[in-house]
């Protein structure tokens, strides 16, 4: 079935290091890829995103790489501040109509 | 603020019951997405609407419904309600149809006891 996958459910970092969020994707026919962040209590709110036809994308502090050879994605935060705990999703688009999101990723950020 | 307004914030019902959940898009945008956030789930893609028109489904129950209305704000149906479907309904809206970020409410938390 359709599915987007993340392989940590939680990560902690130390408020100033960089944070690196993984997911998997299992449609090779996705071609659009989403990353949203979502606060407690807060809707999910966009972040980045990447089309299949780019292996990497930045964006103030954050960057996308995309690895269709294995199906992969990942998310890396530069110098991680406390604003940044939330939790983080993956989500693709096959060209359709609709959205899938992965199950998340909590990230907690220490000071 | 992302500009769309989901009502009400919070509902408590019974089980057996019917609610109705409203979004409004933000101004301008013509596709409205709903999903379903539960906590052993992650959020569910249900069905989308672009300018009017039902334009995708994902796993939505038969006891739900949807539809958008010439003035683009929507409303999700959800009857005959059990207590597996307490959740937060988010509804996002987007400019295009396809492939193109989506701009989240704030949720309506639905508690059925």
């Known amino acids: 079935g359709e599915s987007v996958g993340l392989h940590l459910p939680t990560l902690s970092v130390q408020e100033g290091d960089n944070s690196i969020i993984n997911c998997a994707y299992s449609?090779?026919?996705?071609?659009?890829f989403i990353w949203y962040k979502q606060e407690s209590g807060k809707g999910p709110q966009f972040i980045i995103d990447?089309?299949?036809?780019?292996d990497k994308r930045q964006g103030q502090r954050v960057t996308v790489l995309l690895n269709k050879t294995v199906k992969h994605l990942s998310l890396q935060i530069a110098a991680t501040q406390p604003g940044d705990s939330a939790v983080y999703f993956c989500?693709?688009?096959?060209?359709?109509?609709?959205?899938?999101f992965g199950a998340g990723t909590r990230l907690f950020v220490k000071a | 603020d992302s500009g769309v307004t989901q009502t009400p914030k919070h509902l408590i019902t019974a089980t057996g019951q019917r609610v109705t959940l409203r979004c409004s898009p933000r101004?301008?945008?013509?596709?409205v997405y709903w999903y379903q956030q539960s906590l052993d789930q992650g959020l569910q893609f249900l069905i989308q609407?672009?300018?009017?028109?039902?334009?995708a489904k994902g796993n939505i129950l038969e006891r739900f419904s949807a539809q958008q209305f010439p003035d683009l704000h929507s409303e999700l149906n959800l009857s005959s309600l059990e207590l597996g479907d307490s959740a937060l309904y988010f509804c996002?809206?987007?400019?295009?149809?396809?492939?193109?970020?989506?701009?989240f409410g704030q949720g309506t938390r639905l508690t059925v006891v």
């Open positions: 996002a809206s987007s400019p295009r149809s396809e492939n193109t970020e989506a701009f």
């Open positions: 101004s301008g945008d013509l596709s």
């Open positions: 989500a693709e688009n096959t060209g359709g109509f609709k959205t899938i």
């Open positions: 609407y672009y300018n009017g028109e039902e334009r």
């Open positions: 449609n090779s026919a996705s071609d659009y």
């Open positions: 990447i089309r299949s036809n780019m």
